[in-house]
C-alpha cells in the first residue's frame, strides 16, 4: 500500500519495511562504517603523495617546456628566413643573367655576382644553424617518443616499462624501480590529454599541460620509493579486511532480503486478502490510535480516499459527541473480542450510517497493530425498519379487516391475529401468540380445526373452505366459514397457514327464511304449471268445439248473405217490372230492396267480425298447442307459386279498403324455385299474419310479397311502406300478446299473437324470421326456410 505515515510523523511504506529495518544489526553498521574509514584513510594518503609527485612533474615540465618553446621558435625562424632566402637568390640570379644579356655592363654584372655569393654564404650559415637544430629538435622528438613508449598503460596504470632507459634517464630511477612504480592516472581522460601534448610538441606546436600522472623525481626518488614499498603491505592489508568485511555484510543483506522477500510476499497474501473483502478493514496503531491503512471497502464506507483515512485518528470515525463512549467500547471489545453492535460511524458529508465492528490485535516486533473489520449495517438497518413497517401496516391491515383474521406456523401454533380475533375469543394477541387451538376452543371444535389444518398442509397448493360451529366468548356459538391458504417461506417450504373466519349466522338465518319462500315459490310455481298445463290441454281439446261452432256461423252467414243479394236482386226486377203501372207496388219493392241491401250489409260485418274471432281463436289454439307439443308440422309438396297467391288472394280485400298494391314476383320464379317439400298450410299461415300485419301499420305505399331461392334456402320476404319499428322494439314485436301501440285506444286491432305464432311456426318448420327496419321507413320481414327438394320433381 501506499502514502501510509506512522504516529510520528515519518513514512510507513509497509509492515515489511518496519520488520527488516528491525532486523539489520550492529555488525552490519560496524562493518559499513570501519570499511568507510579505511577507504578514506588510504586515499588521503594516496592522494597527498600523488599530489607531491604532479607538482614536482610539472616543474620539470615548466623548464622543459621553455627550452623546447625557445628551440621551436629559432627553428621555426631559421626556417622562414631560409625560405626567404631561396626566393631571393634565385631572382638574383635571374636578375644576373638578365642584365648580361641586355647591357653588357662588366661592372655591374660583376656586383651583382658578389652580392650573390655574400648571400650564398648567409644561405650556408643558415643552413648550418638550420642542420644544428634540426638535429636538436629530432634528439626532442626521439626523446619524448621514447618517453611515451615506456609507459604500456591498462586501465589508467602503469603495467610495464619498455626496454629502454629513458624513463629510468630523465626521472633519476632505476629500471627495477620504475618497473614497481604503479601509479595510477585519475581519470583516462589524463592520459588522452597527456598524449596529445606530447603529439602537439613533436608536431612544433606549443602546449601547456595544467596536470600530469604521479611519479618520483630525482631529489626525493628514493624517498618516495621507500613509503610506497611500506604502504603496499597494509594496503594489501586493509583491501583484504574490506573483502572480508563486505562478504559478510553482503550474507548478512541476503538474509535480510530473503526475509523481506518472505515477510513482503505474506503481507502481498494480506493485501490480497483485505482488499478483497467484502467489509471495511482498519488498521490502527493500539498505542496512539493513528489509523495506518484501510482497505478499498473502507474508502467507499467512509465516503473518504485512502490518503485521508490513513494517518487520521480513529476517533475521529465516529460522531463527536459518543467519541467517549466508543473509546470505552473500543478498550473493551479489545480485549474481550466480542462484536460492536449497531454503532454509527461518520461520513465525508457529515451523515452517519450503522456498523458492526469486530477487532483484533496482531503484533509487529515491538509495536501491537489493531485491525477493525467494519461492516455497513444500512441495509440490514434498513430492511428490518421496513419488516417492521410492512409488519405493522399488515397489523393494521388485518385489524381493518372486521371479520377475524389468523396465522400459524407449520406446526399449528398461533403467530399472531387481528383485533376482531381478540374480541371473539376474549385474549389479547400477545396471549395469543405461541397457543394451539386446544387452548383457545372446546375440545370437540378444536379437534376438527387441528384435522382441518393438517389436511391443508398435506395439500399446500390448494386453498381450504369449510363450515363450522365456533364458541364465542362475546356471542356464543356461531356458524362461521374457514377459508385457509399456506404460506410458504424463501426455499418454497410451508411456513404457515392464514385463516379468515367469516361469520355467516345471520346468512344461515337469511338461507333458511329464503329456503322456504323458495319452496313456497316453487310449490305455488308448481301449481300455476299444472294451471298452464290444464289450460293448454282444455285448449287443446276444445279446438274443435270452439272452431266447429264458428264454423258453421261463417258458412250459414256467408249463405245468408248470398240469399239476401239474391232476394234484392229479385226485388229490384220485380219493382222494375211494375214500374210503369204500379207505383204501388213499386214502392214496396224498392223497400224490400233498401231492407235486404241493409241485411247483407249487415251480414257481411257478422261475416268479417266472425272471421276474425275464428282467426284469433286459432291463433290462441294453435299456440297452445305449439306449448303443448301437440301441433304437428306436414311434410308435403309445397309451391311456392300457390303459396303466393294464396296469400295475397286473402289479404288483398283489407288491401283495397286501405288503397294498398299488393304485388308479388310469381312471374320470375324459376321452377326449381316453385316445388320443395315442407308444410304448406303453415307456411301460409306465417304468411298471411306478417302480410296482415304489414297491411294494418301501412296508410299508402305498396306491400310486396317475393319468393325466392338462396344457396340451400327458401326465401319469403315482406316489404312494406308503412310506419316502421325501432331496433329497440325488434324483440318484443315476436312476444306473446304484444303490441307497438299497447295503450287502450290504440288504432289497431288484434290480440298481438300473430307475428308470435308466425315466429314459432317458422321455428317448428326449422326456419327462421329476420327483420329490418327503421322508424317511417317500412319494414321487411324475412322467413327462411331449408330447401329440401321434391324427389323426382
Not at 490513513?310 to 470515525?317: E, N
Not at 380445526?449 to 399446500?460: C, G, M, Q, T, V
Not at 220485380?574 to 210503369?580: K, S, V
Amino acid at each position: 500500500m501506499q502514502h501510509k505515515i506512522n504516529a510520528n510523523g515519518t513514512p510507513y511504506s509497509s509492515m515489511t519495511d518496519h520488520i527488516a529495518r528491525g532486523a539489520r544489526t550492529s555488525l552490519g553498521r560496524l562493518v559499513i562504517a570501519f570499511s568507510l574509514v579505511l577507504i578514506v584513510v588510504f586515499s588521503a594518503g594516496y592522494y597527498y603523495l600523488n599530489e607531491r609527485n604532479f607538482r614536482i612533474i610539472e616543474e620539470a615540465d615548466k623548464e622543459r617546456d621553455l627550452k623546447n618553446s625557445e628551440i621551436l621558435l629559432l627553428t621555426e625562424t631559421v626556417r622562414l628566413l631560409n625560405g626567404a632566402l631561396l626566393p631571393l637568390h634565385d631572382s638574383l640570379m635571374h636578375a644576373s643573367a638578365y642584365a648580361s644579356r641586355q647591357i653588357g655592363d662588366t661592372a655591374a654584372m660583376a656586383g651583382l655576382e658578389k652580392e650573390l655569393r655574400e648571400l650564398a654564404e648567409v644561405k650556408e650559415r643558415l643552413d648550418g644553424v638550420f642542420a644544428r637544430l634540426s638535429g636538436e629538435d629530432d634528439f626532442i622528438k626521439n626523446l619524448r617518443r621514447e618517453m611515451l613508449e615506456c609507459l604500456p598503460l591498462i586501465d589508467g596504470v602503469i603495467t610495464n616499462v619498455n626496454q629502454s632507459n629513458a624513463l629510468a634517464r630523465l626521472k633519476g630511477t632505476d629500471r627495477e624501480r620504475t618497473r614497481l612504480i604503479r601509479s595510477a592516472f585519475e581519470t583516462s581522460e589524463h592520459l588522452h590529454a597527456k598524449v596529445e601534448a606530447i603529439t602537439a610538441r613533436i608536431d612544433g606546436r606549443i602546449v601547456v599541460l595544467k596536470r600530469e600522472f604521479e611519479i618520483a623525481g630525482k631529489k626525493d626518488a628514493a624517498a618516495q620509493w621507500g613509503v610506497i614499498v611500506k604502504m603496499r603491505w597494509a594496503v594489501a592489508l586493509a583491501l583484504a579486511i574490506i573483502v572480508l568485511l563486505c562478504v559478510v555484510e553482503l550474507m548478512a543483506i541476503g538474509r535480510i532480503r530473503r526475509d523481506e522477500a518472505r515477510l513482503k510476499e505474506e503481507e502481498e497474501k494480506y493485501h490480497k486478502l483485505i482488499e478483497t473483502a467484502g467489509d471495511a478493514i482498519v488498521v490502527a496503531d493500539a498505542a496512539t490510535g493513528v489509523i495506518l491503512d484501510v482497505n478499498r471497502e473502507a474508502e467507499t464506507l467512509f465516503h473518504k480516499r485512502r490518503e485521508t483515512l490513513v494517518g487520521m485518528a480513529q476517533s475521529d470515525l465516529y460522531p463527536p459527541d459518543n467519541r467517549e463512549f466508543y473509546a470505552a467500547a473500543f478498550a473493551r471489545v479489545i480485549k474481550s473480542g466480542e462484536i460492536l453492535r449497531n454503532l454509527m460511524v461518520r461520513r465525508e458529508d457529515g451523515t452517519t450510517i450503522p456498523v458492526d465492528v469486530r477487532t483484533s490485535l496482531m503484533t509487529f516486533g515491538d509495536r501491537i497493530i489493531v485491525q477493525g473489520i467494519f461492516r455497513d449495517m444500512s441495509y440490514y438497518v434498513d430492511s428490518e425498519h421496513k419488516m417492521q413497517e410492512q409488519a405493522d401496516f399488515l397489523q393494521r391491515l388485518m385489524d381493518a379487516i372486521p371479520n377475524p383474521v389468523f396465522f400459524k406456523d407449520a406446526k399449528g401454533v398461533y403467530l399472531g391475529c387481528n383485533r376482531t380475533f381478540e374480541e371473539w375469543f376474549g385474549i389479547k394477541a400477545e396471549n395469543i401468540v405461541g397457543k394451539g387451538v386446544y387452548d383457545i376452543s372446546p375440545a370437540e371444535f378444536a379437534a376438527k380445526y387441528e384435522e382441518k389444518d393438517n389436511d391443508l398442509f398435506a395439500h399446500p397448493r390448494e386453498p381450504q373452505v369449510y363450515e363450522s360451529l365456533v364458541q364465542t366468548k362475546q356471542n356464543g356459538l356461531r356458524n362461521v366459514m374457514f377459508y385457509k391458504s399456506c404460506f410458504f417461506n424463501a426455499s418454497g417450504e410451508v411456513a404457515g397457514l392464514v385463516g379468515v373466519v367469516l361469520d355467516i349466522t345471520e346468512r344461515k338465518a337469511i338461507e333458511r327464511e329464503q329456503l322456504n319462500l323458495v319452496r313456497q315459490m316453487v310449490e305455488a310455481l308448481d301449481e300455476v304449471k299444472e294451471a298452464n298445463r290444464l289450460k293448454t290441454e282444455f285448449l287443446a281439446n276444445m279446438s274443435h268445439e270452439l272452431r266447429t261452432p264458428l264454423t258453421s256461423i261463417l258458412g250459414y252467414s256467408r249463405i245468408a248473405g248470398e240469399k239476401w243479394q239474391e232476394l234484392s236482386d229479385g226485388v229490384k226486377l220485380l219493382a222494375a217490372g211494375d214500374r210503369a203501372g204500379q207505383d204501388g207496388m213499386h214502392g214496396i219493392g224498392m223497400e224490400l230492396v233498401n231492407q235486404a241491401h241493409e241485411a247483407n250489409e249487415f251480414n257481411a260485418i257478422i261475416v268479417r267480425e266472425a272471421e276474425q274471432l275464428f282467426r284469433m281463436i286459432s291463433d290462441i289454439l294453435d299456440l297452445s298447442q305449439l306449448e303443448a307439443g301437440h301441433l304437428k308440422i306436414m311434410n308435403g309438396v309445397v309451391s311456392a307459386d300457390m303459396v303466393l297467391h294464396a296469400v295475397v288472394e286473402s289479404q288483398s280485400p283489407i288491401a283495397r279498403e286501405k288503397n294498398l298494391k299488393m304485388s308479388t314476383n310469381r312471374d320470375r320464379l324459376s321452377s326449381a324455385d316453385v316445388m320443395f317439400l315442407g308444410d304448406q298450410m303453415r307456411l301460409e299461415q306465417v304468411l298471411k299474419s306478417i302480410v296482415n300485419n304489414a297491411v294494418k301499420y301501412s296508410d299508402h305505399g305498396a306491400v310486396s310479397l317475393e319468393a325466392m331461392r338462396e344457396n340451400e334456402n327458401v326465401l319469403f320476404r315482406v316489404t312494406d311502406q308503412g310506419i316502421g319499428i325501432a331496433q329497440k322494439d325488434f324483440e318484443t314485436i315476436f312476444g306473446s300478446f304484444r303490441q307497438l301501440d299497447g295503450s287502450s285506444t290504440r288504432s289497431h286491432g288484434g290480440v298481438g299473437l300473430g307475428l308470435t305464432l308466425a315466429k314459432r311456426l317458422t321455428e317448428a318448420m326449422g326456419g327462421s324470421i329476420q327483420v329490418e327496419s327503421a322508424l317511417g321507413k317500412g319494414s321487411v320481414f324475412t322467413v327462411a326456410l331449408p330447401y329440401r327438394p321434391v324427389t323426382g320433381a
